[in-house]
């Protein structure tokens, strides 16, 4: 964990230094709350003058609202520029499939509707977030209703 660090902090450093944004990827949910940690650092070091390390929301998942709340709240309580990277998702089926395999509750949205209302509420959440506290966001989307959002916003 500690190489994985290492070589995040100098992507980063790089980033901060050159003026651009580093995004941290989204994977499954099992493995995601470990690239949470890591981004948080990354967020809380690089993002004291302005959003630099981006966060993905995988607005598939049910608890990305409640997940993309606490980061918002984190940050400004922390005093430093949030950036987020707000997506559908790419893994509902393998998550369906392990979550039916172990025994847990489907983390993923019932359909596509809701997916896409989650999507909606997070990016209206980040554009706010934008204008009224210097947030960085990416809205990454094929969706034209979601592009169209986003323009209006």
Same mark, same amino acid.
């Given at each position: 964990?500690?190489?994985?660090?290492?070589? @995040?902090?100098?992507?980063?450093?790089?980033?901060?230094?050159?003026?651009?944004?580093?995004?941290?990827?989204?994977?499954?949910?099992?493995?995601?709350?470990?690239?949470?940690r890591l981004a948080t650092k990354l967020i809380?070091?690089?993002?004291?003058?302005?959003?630099?390390?981006?966060?993905?929301?995988?607005?598939?998942?049910? /608890?990305? !609202? /409640?997940?993309?709340?606490?980061? @918002?709240?984190?940050?400004?309580?922390?005093?430093?520029? =949030?950036?987020?990277?707000?997506?559908?998702?790419?893994?509902?089926?393998?998550?369906? !499939?392990?979550?039916?395999?172990?025994?847990?509750? /489907?983390?993923? =949205?019932?359909?596509?509707?809701?997916?896409?209302?989650?999507?909606?509420?997070?990016?209206?959440?980040?554009?706010?977030? #934008?204008?009224? =506290?210097?947030?960085? @966001?990416? #809205?990454?989307? =094929?969706?034209? /209703?979601? #592009?169209?959002?986003?323009?209006?916003?």
């Amino acid at each position: 964990m500690r190489n994985v660090m290492a070589r @995040l902090e100098t992507l980063a450093e790089k980033a901060s230094h050159s003026g651009v944004t580093l995004m941290v990827d989204a994977e499954q949910s099992y493995f995601q709350n470990a690239i949470n940690r890591l981004a948080t650092k990354l967020i809380r070091k690089y993002n004291t003058k302005r959003p630099v390390v981006y966060n993905t929301y995988q607005c598939y998942l049910k /608890d990305t !609202e /409640d997940l993309l709340s606490v980061d @918002l709240e984190l940050c400004r309580r922390l005093g430093v520029f =949030h950036g987020a990277k707000i997506v559908r998702g790419a893994y509902m089926e393998q998550e369906r !499939e392990r979550a039916l395999q172990i025994g847990y509750e /489907d983390p993923v =949205h019932e359909d596509r509707s809701a997916t896409s209302r989650s999507y909606s509420r997070c990016m209206g959440r980040m554009m706010d977030a #934008v204008k009224n =506290h210097g947030a960085g @966001l990416m #809205v990454a989307t =094929h969706n034209e /209703d979601s #592009v169209r959002t986003a323009t209006q916003l």
